[in-house]
């Protein structure tokens, strides 16, 4: 068994993990305190819009409706500043980006495009679920897609900067 004193000095999981969450925040720049537990999350439900999508010939002539969901989570305590996320200011800016989209072969590609649009212009988000799918795309299916879930952290990498 260790001495209290050893036990005390060493660095404990959880404070580091508090640490790492601390630092991550002071590069966001916002001053509002975090919630505890998971926080707002803000969501969105079948925001369809046209997208220059697909790998397919008969994909190329023209934009085709392509449904959105994205689930938005942020812990800061919502003030008037910008510690909050306007669904509709962030709807609107999803469509504006994607009219002005060239030809995009992948959902894939163009789910992570909108993830990191997201972070880049919204520091309170801590995380976010995006999926995309077209609709009627397969017969016999209801709907067919993909789906992203990335934090902050995982922007901060994809972009290579330290998280």
């Known amino acids: 068994m260790k001495p209290v004193e050893q ?3 060493e660095p404990q999981p959880a404070l580091n993990a508090l640490n790492a969450l601390n630092a991550l925040n002071a590069l966001d720049g916002l001053d509002a305190p975090l ?3 998971r926080g707002w999350s803000v969501f969105i439900d079948a925001l369809t819009v046209p997208v220059r999508i697909g790998i397919h010939a008969h994909e190329h002539g ?3 409706p392509v449904v959105i969901d994205a689930r938005l989570g942020y ?5 008037e500043a910008s510690e909050w996320i306007d669904y509709e200011g962030y709807c609107a800016r999803l469509a504006t980006f994607l009219a002005g989209k060239p030809h ?3 959902l894939e590609t163009l789910v992570a495009d909108l993830a ?3 972070f880049r212009e919204w520091p309170a988000l801590d995380t976010l679920t995006l999926a995309a799918h077209k609709p009627k795309i ?3 299916t209801q ?3 993909v789906e992203l879930e990335w934090t902050r952290a995982d922007y901060l990498r994809r972009i290579g900067k330290p998280a």
Do not use: K
């Not at 812990?75 to 003030?79: A, L, Q």
């Open 35 to 37: 919630l505890p537990g």
């Open 62 to 64: 023209a934009p085709q």
């Open 75 to 79: 812990r800061r305590e919502p003030s």
């Open 116 to 118: 990191e649009l997201s």
């Open 7 to 9: 036990v005390f000095s």
């Open 143 to 145: 709907r067919v897609g």
């Open 138 to 140: 397969r017969p016999g």
């Open 104 to 106: 995009t072969r992948l």
